[in-house]
């Protein structure tokens, strides 16, 4: 299965600057707008929907999306388009699930009971925060640290995804392979919010 990877476009989807190359499946980790609002979303959304090289199209929501926190499912996408909140789909036999990342839950606690709820039988991992200790040092003010969840990647450790798919930390960037995960940051935007990286298409 080919996947291509993408994160962190807030609001700038239009203006991805290279052509997008096929895949099965597109996945994009979150934070799609930049105010959060529900026209951003829409506009997205139907961004989204036009894009024909993609068999299925995958997305969760970021702490920048916030019209989406509680949102049980969406109305009119359609079948091959996945908004995943909290639940998975399977596709090939491959179980996605999605971890979306809101500011509400984070601060309420919720966010780390969340994680618990990550099915075992997941293939692939769609987050918005990344694991602790892979590709997740930015330098914001305090000087370069990790700034993962400690959690979260000890549920990849132990249920072994073929993939964990995520963003948010822009200039962290990149790709690790790790006992067999294939670890992917797909922020295109950097911390500057000039896209200064490409779409990643990953084959698991």
């Not at 930049?34 to 090289?53: K, R, Y």
């Not at 606690?109 to 769609?126: F, Q």
């Not at 940051?185 to 698991?204: F, G, H, M, V």
């Amino acid at each position: 299965m080919k996947i291509l990877h993408i994160s962190d476009t807030h609001g700038f989807h239009h203006d991805i600057n290279q052509e997008l190359p096929a895949a099965d499946v597109l996945v994009h980790s979150g934070d799609f707008t930049w105010g959060g609002s529900e026209a951003e979303a829409v506009d997205f959304m139907n961004w989204l929907i036009g894009l024909t090289q993609f068999r299925h199209k995958v997305f969760i929501a970021g702490n920048h999306d916030d019209c989406m926190y509680q949102a049980d499912g969406i109305q009119g996408l359609p079948d091959n388009v996945h908004f995943l909140q909290h639940s998975s789909v399977v596709i090939d036999e491959i179980r996605f699930y999605g971890l979306p990342l809101y500011m509400e839950d984070s601060i309420s606690g919720r966010y780390e009971m969340l994680i618990d709820e990550i099915p075992s039988d997941v293939g692939v991992l769609v987050s918005h925060q990344p694991p602790f200790g892979l590709l997740d040092i930015t330098d914001y003010c305090n000087g370069p640290r990790n700034h993962g969840s400690k959690k979260l990647k000890d549920i990849v450790v132990s249920y072994r995804p073929k993939a964990h798919l995520f963003g948010h930390e822009h200039s962290a960037n990149g790709l690790v392979i790790e006992n067999g995960i294939i670890y992917s940051n797909a922020s295109l935007l950097d911390d500057s919010y000039k896209q200064t990286y490409n779409p990643r298409l990953i084959e698991i």
